[in-house]
Structures are given as structure tokens and as C-alpha cells.
């Protein structure tokens, strides 16, 4: 909402990646309104040097944290290590050359 933002060129702007929370429809739609861009969300943690997943740019989807990055795996477990099924709740694992040590 700020005059001096919407005077900007942004012409050479390709790609926008969001990440630290959910990203709000509404404000994706104003990014694309004010910049001609598309927002990509995505996800990642300290411990995944930031980035695990996001949303190709020619397939963005709001509200998903989109494919794991080249060379990451992802998966979901249950509390007893077992690999759950698409769809069901439990804890997500990530495994890469940008993770951390001490992490699957």
C-alpha cells in the first residue's frame, strides 16, 4: 500500500518464493496484482538450509508447500517409524545435501 512500491519496475522479476508461514490468498493476489509476478510457497527450517520444498513456478497451488527440492527426499511417519500413506497425519522427515547432521 505504499506509492512509492508500486512505482517500482519490477520487469525483470521472475520468480517470488514465500516461506516463514502460511501465505494468505489475499495478499498473494495483490503481489501478483502489483508486481505481475506469481508467489510460490514453499517450506523449509534452519535445519534445512532454508529450503525443503516449493511449488514450481509453472504449477503454483496456494495453500501447498509444493515438491521437494532436486536431490531431497521427504517422507511422513507414524510414532514407530513406519512410512504413512498420502494423506495421513504424522511427522515429515526430510533427508538432502542442505540438511543438517543429526536429521534423517
Known amino acids: 500500500n ?3 512500491f508500486r512505482n517500482l519496475d519490477f520487469s525483470a522479476l521472475k ?3 514465500s516461506g516463514g508461514m502460511a501465505l494468505q490468498q489475499a495478499a498473494a493476489e495483490r503481489w501478483k496484482q502489483v508486481t505481475g509476478c506469481q508467489v510460490c510457497e514453499g517450506y ?3 535445519e534445512t538450509s532454508p529450503v525443503a520444498t516449493v511449488n514450481p513456478s509453472q ?3 496456494m495453500g501447498s508447500i509444493g515438491i521437494p527440492v532436486p536431490s531431497t527426499l521427504c ?10 500413506a498420502f494423506g495421513e497425519t504424522g511427522e515429515l522427515c526430510i533427508k538432502g545435501p ?5 536429521y534423517w
Request: net charge negative; hydrophobic share 35%; charged share 20%.
Open 44 to 46: 523449509g527450517m534452519t
Open 75 to 84: 517422507k511422513v511417519i507414524d510414532d514407530a517409524g513406519n512410512e504413512l
Open 59 to 61: 504449477y503454483v497451488q
Open 2 to 4: 505504499n506509492e512509492g
Open 98 to 102: 542442505q540438511v543438517m547432521k543429526g
Open 15 to 17: 520468480v517470488t518464493l
